[in-house]
């Protein structure tokens, strides 16, 4: 068995990964990554020679205390979020996103391996080149069988997300930077290269990984092939079997567009960073990323909204959610000591942009579904209640407060499951940022560490 699995490893990455590296596509992407390097190289040496020593910003206390919120610390070129305009791909609006990027035949929603060209390269792709790159990842996605198998004999009722994280461990022999470290000859200004092939073989491969992950778990291991005609979302819409609506297809597109990228310093985005810096390669660096998003306060919180709008619809007792009706049971609920998932931000101050897309198709394709009111009821009453307590910030709804009543409507009910989607998604813009971070040549994350005592002894001087 371990002779079977060891040439299968050895095949794959000696073999069709290596072919597929020289494609015509991978060589466009290449040019136009090193072409956007060209610009930003100079700029790198300009502020370490002019202005290595100048200050950035101060840190206090409660920064230290508080999780180093709002300390500006790294560096993230694929996207900006801004407290009042939302999150940018490469300067794009997320409403921009959906209308420019080129699209699936029928479809009028931007696709999301559209948003990883523009995320690498900085230019939203022509149509050929999205189909192309489309076309490029369906080349790359085969799961070797060793894999699939290990997939296979996890246990039912593991996490799907651990699932997931074991999954691409056991993906991780495959890595072409791994292999190519070894073998001792790699180049420095070679990295961002070989990174760019990892990258692009997680991401064409998390799809497969996940969906039958999803058919172990929930459908006795019954799985649906893929489908090399459709785009990378529209398959894994189709590999997860729950509907066959082009518009559940359209919902996935949406949401793994939206999702796939939001800056560095989240916690998903900051762990593949910082496990990358160490020159871990995408599949181990990406699994920390993973490990991160499955926590309860980041990946965890779109079902926890969703949960939270069903036991309101029970509490509600079948009474019409008006908005004075919110009112008050906001004003119940928060004096009883309870939070309301799915309103406010860390960063923004203003709606999510990415609720107010996803409001907007829910409006358009399903406005009677009840959930679907009952979200749009606590848009209308729950922001001023929350601005009435005089101790929130930002009391508007974030993305979470409606994607998972999206994915619900369609027939993807299960809950333990969305954090794997939203991985899915994350995967863009992590891998995205690896290869820049190779790129740019940014070296090991470091950051000072302190005692109490000296934190103390320190603000007393």
């Known amino acids: 068995m371990l002779s079977r699995m060891t040439a299968a490893r050895s095949a794959l990455r000696f073999g ?43 840190v206090n206390v409660n920064m230290v205390l508080g999780g180093m919120r709002g300390i500006k610390g790294m560096i ?49 792709p022509t149509d050929d080149e999205c189909k192309a790159f489309n076309e490029e990842l369906h080349k ?26 074991t999954a691409l461990l056991a993906l991780q022999p495959t890595s072409v930077f791994g292999q190519a470290y070894r073998e001792g000859t790699l180049k420095k200004t070679d990295y961002w290269e070989v990174t760019l092939e990892d990258a692009l073989n997680l991401t064409a491969q998390i799809p497969l990984v ?37 518009d559940f297809k359209d919902i996935t597109r949406l949401y793994l567009m939206l999702h796939a990228d939001h800056e560095g310093g989240n916690v998903s985005a900051h762990s ?14 990406y699994t920390a990323g993973v490990c991160g998003l499955a926590g309860p306060l980041h990946g965890l919180a779109n079902q926890e909204c969703l949960r939270w709008l069903k036991a309101t619809q029970a509490a509600l007792g079948g009474e019409e959610p008006t908005v004075e009706r919110l009112t008050k ?12 998932p799915g309103f406010g931000h860390g960063v923004l101050r203003t709606s999510d942009p990415r609720y107010l897309i ?20 606590c848009f209308m009453s729950i922001p001023s209640v929350l601005f009435g307590t005089g101790k929130v910030k930002n009391p ?42 190779r790129m740019l040549g940014f070296p090991i994350e470091r950051p000072k560490s302190m005692t109490l005592e000296f934190l103390a002894n320190s603000v007393k001087k």
């Open 272 to 285: 593949t960073h910082l496990v990358g810096s160490a020159l871990s390669d995408a599949y181990l660096s």
């Open 210 to 246: 996940a969906a039958r992950i999803f058919r172990n778990v929930y459908f006795e291991g019954k799985h649906i092939a893929s489908d090399p005609s459709l785009d990378w979302s529209g398959n894994y819409a189709q590999m997860l079997g729950v509907c066959d609506e082009e």
């Open 16 to 58: 069709e990964r290596r072919f597929f590296a020289d494609s015509a596509i991978v060589g466009t992407l290449k040019k136009q990554i090193k072409a956007l390097a060209d610009q930003k190289v100079p700029i790198i040496q300009a502020l370490k020679k002019e202005h290595g020593n100048s200050t950035v910003g101060t």
């Open 358 to 377: 996803q409001r907007s198709f829910a409006q358009a394709k399903f406005p009677n579904d009840p959930l679907v009111k009952l979200a749009d009821a």
């Open 140 to 165: 790359r996605s085969k799961i070797p069988d060793h894999v699939n198998t290990i997939i296979d004999i996890l246990p039912k009722d593991m996490h799907p997300m651990t699932q997931l994280a």
């Open 396 to 437: 508007w709804p974030n993305v979470d407060a409606l994607s998972g009543t999206c994915m619900q409507h369609y027939g993807l009910t299960q809950e333990d499951y969305y954090t794997v989607v939203f991985a899915v998604s994350r995967a863009i813009g992590c891998m995205s940022n690896l290869v820049w971070s």
């Open 76 to 124: 993230c070129e694929t996207s900006l979020l801004d407290e009042q305009e939302g999150i940018t791909y490469r300067g794009f609006s997320l409403s921009e996103c959906v209308t420019e990027l080129p699209k699936a035949p029928g479809s009028d929603i931007g696709l999301p391996e559209a948003a990883m060209w523009l995320l690498l390269t900085g230019k939203m």
């Open 329 to 340: 049971f906001a004003k119940e609920t928060l004096k009883s000591g309870k939070v309301i």
